[in-house]
């Protein structure tokens, strides 16, 4: 299974990004998939999961902020980042949860400038 992230990028405070992750490599069935993130001298933490049925589940810290969504023709999730906060500075990782399994993508930097 192969993990492909990509929207990362530089913006300033209050402004907007979105993440896509492809994911590739498998028959897909039923899984969650989801983003993390992880602040230069902090432990990764959970953004947002999705579950292949639809069901979502967000850290608080970005509730009313965040959404996200997927497409499970195309294996890909999403997360749109609206209203966005320097302490959102992180590499956002995409994660896949499937068949007991973790997989995650290589990171994508998101800075977000004051």
């Known amino acids: 299974v192969q993990l492909v992230e990509s929207g990362g990028g530089l913006v300033q405070a209050g402004g907007s990004l979105r993440l896509s992750c492809a994911a590739s490599g498998s028959a897909f069935s039923r899984n969650v998939m989801g983003w993390y993130r992880q602040a230069p001298g902090k432990q990764r933490e959970l953004v947002a999961t999705?579950?292949?049925?639809?069901?979502?589940n967000y850290a608080d810290s970005v509730k009313g902020r965040f959404t996200i969504s997927r497409a499970n023709a195309k294996n890909t999730v999403y997360l749109q980042m609206n209203s966005l906060k320097t302490e959102d500075t992180a590499v956002y990782y995409c994660?896949?949860?499937?068949?007991?399994?973790?997989?995650w993508g290589q990171g994508t930097q998101v800075t977000v400038s004051s």
């Open positions: 999705i579950h292949s049925g639809g069901s979502t």
């Open positions: 994660y896949l949860n499937m068949w007991g399994n973790d997989y």
